[in-house]
C-alpha cells in the first residue's frame, strides 16, 4: 500500500513542485471535479494526457502512479462491461453465450468509456497532488477552503493511523505464514486472509475508541480554532500561475458546454 508521498530520493526540485501549497490544492482538486463533470470525452482524455505529461516532465517514479491506478482501473472496466450490455437502444453488436445472448449498446460504450477516462483523470490528479505536496498543506487548504472540521480531523487521524494498521496486517499474515499457512488449500488460505481482516478491524476499532477517550480527556473540541499553518502570504509568482490554470480549466469547462 503506497500512502506517503514521493520520498525525497525520488524527489526532483521543479517550479510545479515549489509552488505553494494552497495554490496546488486549489488548482488541482479544482481539475478533478472538472474532470468528472465534462462530457466529452476528448476534453477529460486531454485532461488525463496532460497530468501524465506533467507527471513525467516532474520525473516523478511511474511505478507508484501505476500501482495506485490499479484498482481503479479495474473498477473503471467493470463500470465499462455493465454500462455495455445493459445502457442504450441501439446494438452494435452481440455475445452469445451457452444459456444467454447479451446485446452490446453504443450508447452503454460511449458512456462506459466516458466514465472510465473520468475516474483514471481523477485519479491521476489526485495521485499528483499527494506526490508534490506534503499532506500537512494539504489539509491546511482545505481549512482554509472551511470545509467542516471533523471530515480534516478525521483524515489527519487516518493518514496518521492508516500505516500502523497495515504494520499490524503484515505482522499478523508473517505470523501466519510462519506456521505454515502458505501450503494450505486456496480456501484455507481465503478464509485466514479474511480472519486477518476481521482481526484487524476489531484492532482498528479499538485503538480509535481509546484515541478518541484520550482526545476528550486533553480537551479535543471540532470547533476549537487552531493556529494557521501557513503564516505567509502566497507569492506572486504562484499567484499567477494559479490563476493561469484556474482560466485554463474554465476554458476547458466552457468548451465543454459549447461544443455539441
Known amino acids: 500500500m503506497e500512502l506517503a508521498t514521493v520520498s525525497e530520493s525520488d524527489r526532483k526540485e521543479s517550479f510545479f ?3 505553494d501549497g494552497r495554490v496546488k490544492t486549489c488548482l488541482l482538486l479544482a481539475a478533478v471535479f472538472i474532470a468528472v463533470m465534462l462530457r466529452h470525452w476528448y476534453l477529460v482524455a486531454g485532461i488525463w494526457l496532460a497530468t501524465l505529461l506533467l507527471f513525467a516532465g516532474l520525473g516523478l517514479p511511474w511505478s507508484k502512479l501505476l500501482r495506485r491506478l490499479t484498482i481503479p482501473f479495474g473498477v473503471a472496466w467493470l463500470v465499462l462491461l455493465n454500462l455495455l450490455f445493459t445502457q442504450g437502444h441501439t446494438v452494435i453488436g452481440q455475445v452469445n453465450l451457452h444459456f444467454w445472448t447479451l446485446p452490446v449498446y453504443w450508447e452503454g460504450l460511449a458512456m462506459g468509456f466516458l466514465i472510465m477516462l473520468r475516474i483514471m483523470a481523477a485519479v491521476s490528479l489526485a495521485a499528483l497532488l499527494s506526490f508534490t505536496t506534503p499532506m500537512p498543506e494539504i489539509l491546511a487548504t482545505l481549512r ?3 470545509i467542516p472540521g471533523l471530515m480534516i480531523d478525521l483524515a489527519e487521524m487516518i493518514y496518521r493511523y492508516i500505516l ?3 504494520e499490524t496486517a503484515v505482522t499478523m499474515r508473517h505470523a501466519q505464514l510462519s506456521r ?8 484455507r488460505q481465503a478464509r485466514d486472509v479474511g480472519t486477518i481482516a476481521g482481526n484487524v ?4 476499532l479499538d485503538r480509535s475508541v481509546r484515541i ?3 482526545m476528550l480527556s486533553r480537551g479535543y473540541d471540532e470547533n476549537a480554532i487552531l493556529p ?6 502566497i507569492p506572486f509568482r504562484d499567484l499567477a500561475c494559479g490563476a493561469a490554470g484556474g482560466l485554463v480549466l474554465l476554458a476547458v469547462l466552457a468548451g465543454d458546454f459549447l461544443f455539441h
Not at 505454515?180 to 480456501?187: F, R
Request: charged share 20%.
Open 180 to 187: 505454515g499457512g502458505e501450503g494450505m488449500p486456496w480456501y
Open 17 to 19: 513542485q515549489c509552488l
Open 212 to 214: 478518541y477517550k484520550a
Open 201 to 204: 478491524l476489531v484492532k482498528a
Open 144 to 146: 482554509i477552503l472551511k
Open 228 to 233: 494557521p499553518y501557513f503564516t505567509g502570504k
Open 164 to 166: 500502523l494498521l497495515e
